[in-house]
C-alpha cells in the first residue's frame, strides 16, 4: 500500500524529473551535464583549505553532541553572521540568534514555508524559476506557486510590480508570501535596488511575507561600472521596510562549490558517484553542505523554524565551515579568484551565442545564462533539439521546465572546467547543424515525406497531361484554320 503522497509523486514529479534529466538519472557518464547548477571551478582550491584547515584536529568532545542553543551550531552561526555583516550590508547588524542553521537552502525553505503557509496557500515566484523550489513548496508542504508571468524585458524593472498586483487580484486563494530569487536563477542577473524596495513595499501594503533565495550572492562576475550599468547584488536585508515581513534564505552549497558535503568530506564519494564528463572526476552528491534562515524581527517563526531543523546539520559539517570556509580573510581571496574563473567560463559561453546569433540575457551572476536555441514557439522544435542533444551527449535545462511560457529556451550551467565547456558548446553545436539542416527526423517524418513524394507525383502527371493536351491544340489548329476559310 502507499500514501497519498507517493502516489502523486509517481503519477506526476517523478515522471516529470525523469523526463528532463533521465540522461542523467541512468548514469551515463559519456554526457556532458551542462544541466546542473554546480562549481567546479574552485574545487583544487578548496579541497587544500580543507585539507589544511585541520578539521579533524580541532575536534573536541562537544562535537560529538548535539548542538547547543536554539538553531544550531553556536560557532557556525557566529561565522555565518559575519559572512553576512561583511558582504550583504544589512541595515540592522546581524546577529547569530537571527540565523537558523539548515541542512542545505532547500531545508531551510522547506522550514520557513512550513510556517507561513497551511496547505492550499499560494506563494507568489515570477517565472521563469528554478523549479526545485516546486518541490519545496508544493511537495513537501502542499502549499501553491502563484506563477506571475513577467516578460522577460520587464522582469527585473519596477513594472513587473504591475504583474505581481494582476495575479494576487486574480488569485482565488489565500496568498502568504513572494518568492524573489535574487542573483536569479535561471536568469543569471541582479534586480536593481529601485525593483527590490518596490516588490518590499508591495509585500508591506498586502501583508504578505517577502522570501529571498540569496545562494548566488557571492559568485558576481560583472560589477556595475562606466561601462556596465547592471546592478550590483543588493541583499534584501540592506532594504527598508517591514522587518519582520522579510525571510533571506542563504547556503555555503553555491558560492563555495560544495553542494555535495553532507557528514564527510568529498574524497569519501568519489569512488562511487557518476563523472559529470569524460575525463572530469566524478561528482559529489546532489546534497546541500549547509544552508540558513535569516529572520531579524519575527521570533515565532525564527522559533519553529529551529524546532523543524534542529539537528539536521551535523558538527562535523559545522566543523569543516568554520575552519575551512568561513575565514574572513580566505574567504575574500576566494570570491575574488572565484568571480575571474567564472567570468572566464561565461565569455567562452558569451561567445559561442554572438558568434551564432543564439538570443540570449546577459548574464552577471550566478554559474548560467538563459538563451533560446530554438526560434520556433511549437514545443515540438524544444523537444525536437532536445533529442538531437541527447544523441550527442549533452544536457541542457529548458526554459519550460522553469515554467517558461515560451519555448525554446533553455539554461547552460557553465562553471565547469574549460575543456569540458568546449567539448559541450562542440555537442550543442552539432545538435543545432543537424536541427537546422533539416536532417533531423522524428517517427512521423518518413511518412510525411511518402505522402510529399506522391503529392509531387500526382502534379507532375498533371501538368505534363496539361502541356500535352496544349501541343494537341495547337497541331489542330491550323487546320481547322485553313478549313474555316
Given amino acids: 500500500m502507499l500514501s497519498r503522497r507517493c502516489r502523486e509523486r509517481n503519477a506526476g514529479v517523478i515522471p516529470h524529473l525523469l523526463s528532463q534529466h533521465g540522461t542523467l538519472l541512468s548514469g551515463d557518464q559519456d554526457t556532458v551535464d551542462m544541466s546542473t547548477a554546480e562549481n567546479w571551478l574552485m574545487r583544487e582550491e578548496l579541497i587544500e583549505r580543507f585539507r589544511a584547515g585541520g578539521a579533524f584536529d580541532r575536534l573536541s568532545n562537544a562535537d560529538l553532541s548535539y548542538p547547543l542553543g536554539i538553531g544550531g551550531s553556536p560557532g557556525v552561526r557566529d561565522s555565518l553572521a559575519a559572512l553576512v555583516n561583511n558582504h550583504f550590508n544589512p541595515s540592522i547588524v546581524i546577529d547569530p540568534s537571527h540565523i537558523v542553521i539548515a541542512a542545505g537552502a532547500s531545508y531551510a525553505l522547506d522550514a520557513l514555508i512550513e510556517q507561513i503557509c497551511d496547505p492550499e496557500d499560494s506563494v507568489m515566484i515570477a517565472a521563469p524559476y528554478w523549479s526545485g523550489l516546486d518541490i519545496s513548496l508544493s511537495v513537501h508542504n502542499q502549499a501553491k506557486v502563484l506563477r506571475v508571468h513577467v516578460p522577460l524585458d520587464e522582469f527585473f524593472a519596477s513594472s513587473s510590480i504591475d504583474y505581481y498586483e494582476g495575479a494576487l487580484k486574480d488569485s482565488s486563494g489565500p496568498v502568504k508570501a513572494v518568492l524573489v530569487c535574487n542573483p536569479h536563477n535561471p536568469l543569471g542577473r541582479c534586480y536593481s535596488r529601485h525593483t527590490l524596495q518596490a516588490l518590499l513595499d508591495f509585500c508591506g501594503r498586502h501583508n504578505l511575507h517577502y522570501i529571498s533565495d540569496e545562494v548566488y550572492a557571492l559568485s558576481l562576475h560583472s560589477r556595475k561600472s562606466r561601462g556596465n550599468k547592471s546592478p550590483n547584488f543588493v541583499s534584501a536585508l540592506s532594504l527598508t521596510g517591514r522587518r519582520d515581513l522579510v525571510h533571506v534564505i542563504y547556503s555555503l552549497s553555491k558560492d563555495f562549490g ?25 561528482a559529489v552528491p546532489p546534497a546541500a553542505f549547509m544552508g540558513a534562515v535569516i529572520t531579524q524581527q519575527n521570533d515565532p517563526i525564527r522559533l519553529s523554524i529551529a524546532l523543524s531543523t534542529h539537528s539536521q546539520v551535523s558538527s562535523f559539517a559545522g566543523l569543516l565551515a568554520t575552519c575551512c570556509i568561513l575565514d574572513e580573510k580566505e574567504t575574500i581571496l576566494f570570491v575574488q579568484k572565484n568571480s575571474r574563473r567564472l567570468k572566464r567560463a561565461y565569455k567562452m559561453i558569451q561567445k559561442f551565442l554572438i558568434d551564432r546569433r543564439i538570443p540570449f540575457l546577459p548574464a552577471e551572476a550566478g554559474m548560467f545564462v538563459f538563451a533560446r536555441f530554438c526560434s520556433s514557439d511549437e514545443p515540438s522544435s524544444e523537444q525536437d533539439f532536445q533529442q538531437q542533444m541527447k544523441k550527442h551527449g549533452v544536457v541542457l535545462a529548458s526554459g519550460t521546465s522553469y515554467h517558461m511560457n515560451q519555448p525554446g529556451w533553455f539554461r547552460i550551467s557553465y562553471a565547469l572546467p574549460p575543456s569540458v565547456v568546449a567539448e559541450g558548446l562542440l555537442r550543442i553545436d552539432k545538435s543545432l547543424k543537424v536541427l537546422n539542416s533539416g536532417a533531423f527526423m522524428d517517427a512521423k517524418t518518413p511518412q510525411l515525406i511518402t505522402q510529399a513524394r506522391k503529392r509531387r507525383v500526382v502534379e507532375e502527371e498533371a501538368k505534363n497531361s496539361v502541356v500535352e493536351n496544349q501541343a494537341i491544340r495547337k497541331r489542330l489548329r491550323p487546320e481547322q484554320d485553313s478549313s474555316g476559310k
Fill in 258 to 282: 560544495c553542494s555535495g558535503i553532507r557528514l564527510l568530506t568529498d574524497t569519501v564519494f568519489l569512488a562511487v558517484a557518476p563523472a559529470v564528463a569524460p575525463g572530469v572526476p566524478p
